[in-house]
């Protein structure tokens, strides 16, 4: 069965950071690409982030271009998200998701 479980949001200010992870079970995590995906309040899902399997190729959506990055730790199970410059848009429920699993999210609030 498929888990994945994110942890490491939180509250930020304009201008700040976080980091979150995913991990990842129940299936071969070396194997699938991972991607980020978010909900802001009142909105519909939108793709943040891609990560092939080794991670060889990384995609972003416009909007966090050049201030989020994605990495994994295959030897860990682990998806990460490092978001910098965040502003209020940012704001949102982020997901981790392989194929059509998802994990319950993480909230990022930020607000100063």
């Known amino acids: 069965q498929v888990q994945l479980v994110e942890s490491g949001g939180g509250l930020a200010q304009p201008g700040g950071s976080l980091r979150f992870s995913c991990a990842a079970s129940?299936?071969?995590?070396?194997?699938?690409?991972m991607s980020w995906v978010r909900q802001a309040p009142g909105k519909g899902l939108e793709w943040v982030s891609g990560i092939y399997s080794d991670g060889s190729n990384i995609y972003y959506a416009d909007s966090v271009k050049g201030r989020f990055t994605i990495s994994r730790d295959n030897a860990k199970n682990t998806l990460y998200l490092q978001m910098n410059s965040l502003q209020p848009e940012d704001t949102a429920v982020y997901y981790c998701n392989v194929d059509a699993d998802w994990g319950l999210g993480t909230q990022v609030t930020v607000s100063s």
């Open positions: 129940g299936f071969p995590f070396s194997d699938y690409a």
